[in-house]
């Protein structure tokens, strides 16, 4: 349902005991004032793809869209006196909200200031948490509407034109809206088949050149929407049964679970991007859930991009989508990184409590196969798992020790609504419902023993450490690393705040600066800044290490 360039209303009827979408096409409404607000900070800072696909659509049809992008890295950390000057400035018809879990409770106070300084604008929220927790957000009294899915494809600007004729009396397929004091919810709609038309993103919305440059080279894209498997702790499935819950049987047959755009959708994107911002990108990344699995789309985009661009490409992807040829392929393609989710070490954890699709020895297959065609690997490593024991702990630091995987990527387990392992901690009571913000990074809202919460309290700055022990093990530098890990888990709160952390820093700093003059191989952080990212050092590979 394309309607970038063409106003429109929608309109759900049954026709032949079949649901349709019926498009009135009317003439080209006023042109409207839309601000975006993207909720990014106390996070590393990125850009929102699904924000800059609805920009150009917008900006196809007409209106006028500005961005509210609030990251502290790009000088606008969340400051509601600083929100409120944006907005009084703008002075937006439309005021857009596009957050996830983590900043609900920001979103509920921009839309109350919104609604506080612009009584008769449009405040409608959208993104994963209103997506799957919409009954939630519908309770918070100043949101008018909430995008309940994908709103691209020409579902929100047919909304809008909709809401500002004033015939909103009836549901919308794709929302829920405010009428006559009452909540009217639309019936879901299927993905949107990214392979039927473009879906180029704007790339004048958010200061990518800024970003760029703050990531360190990297410029980002997706090729594709959704995810194949059933991890109980990602939302994916949460949002399949959102749209199984929404069909009836007299519907077409939805899309698949994870589609693709087109190749030359993709390349076009790529040569915008270098167009714009050539000089500045040293990686391109895909961020991408499951980017490996179609094997003749792949293949025809590694044609595609090498026949046009030399930068080295990142992407992710499963152990079980990674043999030999595939680890060929990329490599001459000029793949620089593939990054895996491991998560744990753990087989019970990470197979049982997950419900991951890798076993230990296809992970392990993985990384034999890209270390010898000449890629590197990232492991992508939760802590704080529900049912994680610190044996479990140790398996994951010395499983991924023992691969020498290229870098890990730390984060702490969250609990993200509707999902089956978020079910699971309630009922077990083991979410402290005063933690509503917060990084992923570093933050968890579960509730362990005082042990182990003091020790994933901790650990964020001594990942490394942990590592270098296992990978040591075999010689005295490895009791060197496990003497501090001793006394992280055993130092008294009133040492640790008082200069305890900072000299244990200091020590396995020393130690890890040792190694690397004897020639050994050693994990150490990556950036000051972000100690949740390790790399392993010293080591001879044939694909040098740079930015990850």
């Given at each position: 349902?394309?309607t970038?360039c063409?106003?429109?209303?929608?309109?759900?009827?049954?026709?032949?005991g079949r649901?349709?979408?019926?498009?009135?096409?009317?003439?080209r409404?006023?042109r409207l004032?839309?601000?975006?607000?993207?909720f990014?900070?106390d996070?590393?800072v990125?850009?929102?793809y699904?924000?800059?696909?609805l920009?150009r659509?917008?900006?196809s049809?007409?209106?006028?869209?500005?961005l509210?992008?609030l990251n502290?890295?790009i000088?606008?950390?969340?400051d509601?006196?600083?929100?409120?000057?944006d907005i009084?400035?703008?002075?937006?018809?439309?005021?857009?909200l596009?957050?996830?879990?983590?900043?609900a409770?920001?979103?509920?106070?921009?839309a109350?200031l919104?609604?506080?300084?612009?009584?008769?604008?449009l405040?409608?929220?959208?993104?994963i948490?209103?997506?799957?927790?919409?009954?939630?957000?519908s309770?918070?009294?100043d949101?008018?509407?909430?995008?309940?899915?994908e709103a691209?494809d020409?579902?929100?600007?047919?909304?809008l034109?909709t809401?500002?004729?004033?015939?909103?009396?009836?549901?919308?397929?794709?929302?829920w809206?405010r009428?006559?004091?009452?909540?009217l919810?639309g019936?879901?709609?299927?993905?949107v088949?990214l392979?039927?038309?473009?879906?180029?993103?704007?790339l004048s919305?958010?200061?990518?050149?800024?970003?760029?440059?703050l990531?360190?080279?990297?410029?980002?894209?997706?090729?594709?929407?959704g995810?194949?498997y059933?991890?109980?702790?990602?939302?994916?499935?949460?949002l399949?049964r959102?749209e199984r819950?929404t069909?009836?049987s007299?519907?077409?047959?939805?899309p698949?679970?994870?589609?693709?755009?087109?190749?030359?959708?993709v390349?076009?994107?790529?040569?915008?991007?270098?167009?714009?911002?050539?000089?500045?990108?040293?990686?391109f990344s895909?961020?991408?859930d499951m980017?490996?699995?179609?094997?003749?789309?792949?293949?025809?985009?590694?044609?595609?991009?090498t026949?046009?661009f030399?930068?080295?490409?990142?992407?992710?992807?499963?152990a079980v989508?990674i043999?030999?040829d595939?680890?060929?392929?990329?490599?001459?393609?000029?793949v620089?990184m593939v990054?895996m989710?491991v998560?744990s070490?753990?087989?019970?954890?990470?197979r049982?409590?997950?419900?991951?699709?890798?076993?230990?020895?296809?992970?392990?297959?993985?990384v034999?196969?890209?270390?010898?065609a000449?890629?590197n690997?990232?492991f992508?490593?939760m802590?704080?798992?529900p049912?994680?024991g610190?044996?479990?702990?140790?398996?994951?630091?010395?499983?991924a020790?023992?691969?020498?995987?290229?870098?890990?990527?730390?984060?702490l387990?969250?609990?993200?609504?509707?999902?089956?392992l978020?079910?699971?901690?309630?009922?077990?009571?083991l979410?402290?419902?005063?933690v509503?913000?917060?990084?992923y990074?570093?933050?968890?809202?579960?509730?362990w023993s005082?042990?182990?919460?003091?020790?994933y309290?901790?650990?964020?700055?001594?990942?490394?450490?942990?590592?270098n022990?296992?990978?040591?093990?075999?010689?005295?530098d490895?009791?060197?690393?496990?003497?501090?890990?001793?006394e992280?888990?055993?130092?008294?709160?009133?040492?640790?705040s008082?200069g305890?952390?900072?000299?244990?820093?200091?020590?396995?700093?020393?130690?890890?600066?040792?190694?690397?003059?004897?020639?050994k191989?050693?994990?150490?952080?990556?950036?000051?800044?972000?100690?949740?990212i390790v790399?392993?050092?010293?080591e001879?590979?044939?694909?040098?290490?740079?930015?990850?």
């Amino acid at each position: 349902m394309r309607t970038a360039c063409k106003s429109v209303n929608v309109d759900l009827r049954v026709r032949n005991g079949r649901r349709r979408l019926i498009q009135t096409h009317r003439r080209r409404s006023r042109r409207l004032r839309i601000l975006l607000v993207w909720f990014n900070f106390d996070t590393p800072v990125g850009f929102s793809y699904g924000l800059a696909v609805l920009s150009r659509e917008l900006k196809s049809a007409g209106h006028q869209v500005d961005l509210l992008h609030l990251n502290e890295a790009i000088g606008m950390p969340y400051d509601l006196d600083r929100v409120s000057a944006d907005i009084r400035v703008r002075a937006p018809d439309v005021i857009g909200l596009s957050f996830g879990t983590n900043h609900a409770w920001a979103a509920r106070e921009v839309a109350h200031l919104s609604k506080k300084l612009l009584p008769s604008a449009l405040v409608i929220c959208g993104g994963i948490h209103s997506t799957i927790c919409a009954a939630e957000v519908s309770a918070w009294p100043d949101v008018d509407a909430i995008a309940v899915g994908e709103a691209d494809d020409g579902r929100l600007g047919g909304f809008l034109e909709t809401w500002f004729q004033g015939t909103i009396g009836r549901p919308i397929p794709g929302f829920w809206h405010r009428h006559a004091g009452r909540w009217l919810t639309g019936a879901g709609l299927p993905p949107v088949e990214l392979s039927k038309a473009p879906h180029p993103i704007d790339l004048s919305l958010f200061d990518h050149r800024r970003i760029i440059k703050l990531k360190l080279g990297y410029a980002e894209s997706l090729a594709g929407r959704g995810c194949l498997y059933a991890c109980r702790y990602c939302q994916n499935p949460v949002l399949r049964r959102i749209e199984r819950s929404t069909a009836d049987s007299g519907a077409p047959p939805k899309p698949p679970a994870f589609r693709r755009r087109t190749v030359a959708d993709v390349i076009a994107e790529i040569r915008e991007y270098h167009a714009r911002f050539g000089s500045d990108i040293k990686v391109f990344s895909f961020n991408d859930d499951m980017f490996l699995a179609d094997r003749a789309w792949l293949h025809g985009f590694l044609d595609a991009y090498t026949a046009e661009f030399k930068t080295p490409l990142v992407f992710n992807s499963t152990a079980v989508q990674i043999d030999e040829d595939t680890a060929r392929r990329c490599a001459d393609a000029g793949v620089y990184m593939v990054r895996m989710g491991v998560e744990s070490g753990s087989e019970r954890i990470r197979r049982k409590v997950l419900c991951r699709p890798e076993r230990k020895d296809q992970i392990a297959a993985a990384v034999r196969a890209l270390r010898t065609a000449g890629v590197n690997t990232l492991f992508f490593i939760m802590l704080g798992i529900p049912t994680e024991g610190m044996p479990d702990v140790w398996a994951t630091f010395r499983f991924a020790a023992a691969l020498r995987a290229d870098a890990v990527r730390f984060s702490l387990f969250w609990p993200y609504p509707q999902t089956k392992l978020h079910e699971y901690c309630w009922r077990h009571r083991l979410l402290d419902r005063s933690v509503v913000r917060g990084n992923y990074l570093d933050v968890s809202p579960l509730v362990w023993s005082a042990p182990q919460a003091r020790f994933y309290a901790r650990i964020h700055s001594f990942y490394a450490t942990a590592l270098n022990m296992f990978l040591h093990a075999r010689s005295p530098d490895g009791g060197r690393f496990a003497s501090i890990m001793r006394e992280i888990r055993s130092s008294p709160d009133g040492h640790w705040s008082k200069g305890g952390r900072d000299r244990l820093i200091g020590r396995a700093e020393t130690i890890e600066l040792e190694l690397l003059k004897r020639g050994k191989p050693v994990y150490r952080s990556a950036f000051k800044n972000r100690p949740d990212i390790v790399m392993l050092l010293g080591e001879p590979r044939v694909t040098p290490l740079h930015n990850v």
